[in-house]
Structures are given as C-alpha cells and as structure tokens.
C-alpha cells in the first residue's frame, strides 16, 4: 500500500460501499490509510475521489468553488451507488461536510454517514479573526498538517486562494443549517484538540440532527487530520462498527 499517494482510488469489495472525502486543500492521501485498512477489515468497496481543484496547484484550485467540490462528490457517489446496494458517505474535515450535505440532498442514494472533524460553519473567534487578517491579496497561508503525531504529514496546499477560503465558510454554514433534515444513521469522530474546525461541530451536529441512530466518539490523542494521526486505528475500527450495526 502506498500510504503516500495523492491519487484518487477505488478498492474492489463486497455491494456495500464507502465514499470516503478526502478535506479542504488536501487529496486522498490522507485518508488512503483509513480506506485500505476498513477495506482489508471488513471487505466493503472504498472508493476515494480526488475532489476538484485539488492536487495540483493553488492556482487550480481558485478557478473552483463549492459547487465543484460536491459536484466532484457527487459523481463519484452516483458511481458508486451503480456498484453497490448500499452507501456510507463518510469525510475528513470539508469531506465530513460535504458527507453531511449529500446524505441530506441525496438521500436516495445514501444509506449511513461518518463525520471525522467536519465543520458545520462554527469557528472560534481567533479562527474567524485569522480568516480576515489573511485576506489581503489573493492567497492566505496553508491550514494542512494538523497533526499531533511528528511521523505524518498531509499532503496539501501551502496556501489558499482568498476566494475559495470563503467558498468554504459558505459550503459548511449552509450545511449547517440543514442538519434538521439529516435523518439516516450517524458516526460523528470528533477530535477534542483540533486547531483547524472547532470541536464543538461535533456536538452541534449530533443535537441538530433529526437521525434516531447516533454514535458519537471523542478521539482523544489526534489533533484535525486524524486519518493520519494517532487515532487512525481507532477510527477504522469505529467505522467498521458502524457499517455493521444494525
């Protein structure tokens, strides 16, 4: 397993499927470790997509917005879905909160959603004050590589363009204000320390949704990246749970 790549991938397994999104500058490379371990575990078909404007330059990724990235999403979970009888959406950070917004807008096709640290639009002031000191000119600094562990590191962007920095606020804020409609089985992974989204999304989402099947888990020793973090093993093993309970 080549734990390093940035590359889209699709691993072949039983009808049950994982869409698994990859965050916000970031690519699968950082949940590839998460994808081939639930694979290897419980034999489901785990399919990671590379969303658009990613993986290729700062500059590519300001021509894109949110609609792309669930655009990106979305096909690759209408793919899915044409190889499997049953989905999980599950996503890292921006990916958790695309997860959200498709098992809300796309329910027909989504049977369970995981959220590892997704945000829903709340930020602590610090985040929101950083967020305007940094839009003078076009970019602002990288957010990748929260991580606690000093042997990992995600592969991402050093900066984000300005636009898309504010495309995103958009996206998890209005996902946010749906959560009232989300109604099929939850995980919610939540970092207690993440200096990325605030961990009180977790919470937000666990009491703003309308699902009567939640479970919600405090990952402890990782920090917002935990796909590559300390906790990795603990969230497969959670997500395995997951896809098996009744």
């Known amino acids: 397993m080549e734990t390093d790549s ?9 009808r049950s499927g994982v869409l698994l999104l990859h965050g916000f500058t970031s690519t699968p490379q950082s949940v590839r470790y998460v994808g081939h371990q639930l694979h290897a ?30 655009k990106s ?3 690759a979970l209408e793919a899915l879905s044409a190889r499997c009888t049953t989905v999980c959406v599950a996503g890292l950070s ?41 839009c003078t000119g076009d970019f602002q600094p990288g957010i990748g ?18 636009a898309v920095a504010q ?11 749906m959560l009232p409609l989300l109604e099929k089985p939850l995980l ?3 970092s207690r320390i993440d200096h990325i989204v605030s961990p009180e999304n977790g919470k937000r989402i666990e009491g703003a949704v309308a699902s009567r099947s939640i479970t919600f888990c405090w990952l402890e020793n990782s920090y917002h ?9 603990l969230i497969v093993q959670e997500l395995t749970n997951f896809l098996t309970a009744e």
């Open 145 to 162: 590589s929260d991580i606690k562990n000093p042997g990992y590191k995600e592969t991402c962007y050093d900066r984000i363009p300005n």
């Open 41 to 70: 575990l419980s034999g489901v078909t785990v399919m990671a997509p590379l969303l658009a404007g990613h993986g290729t330059t700062p500059e590519d990724f300001a021509q894109t917005g949110f609609r792309d990235w669930l």
């Open 167 to 177: 495309e995103r606020y958009v996206l998890a804020t209005a996902t946010g204000q």
């Open 188 to 190: 919610i992974l939540q």
């Open 225 to 233: 990246v935990a796909t590559l973090d300390n906790d990795r093993d």
């Open 94 to 134: 921006l990916g958790g909160t695309i997860a959200l917004n498709l098992s809300i807008r796309r329910g027909d096709l989504v049977d369970r959603v995981a959220t590892i640290n997704g945000s829903t639009g709340l930020y602590s002031p610090q985040q929101m004050k950083a967020f305007f000191d940094g």
């Open 73 to 75: 999403a979305e096909d």
């Open 6 to 14: 940035p590359a889209p991938f699709l691993l072949e397994g039983s």
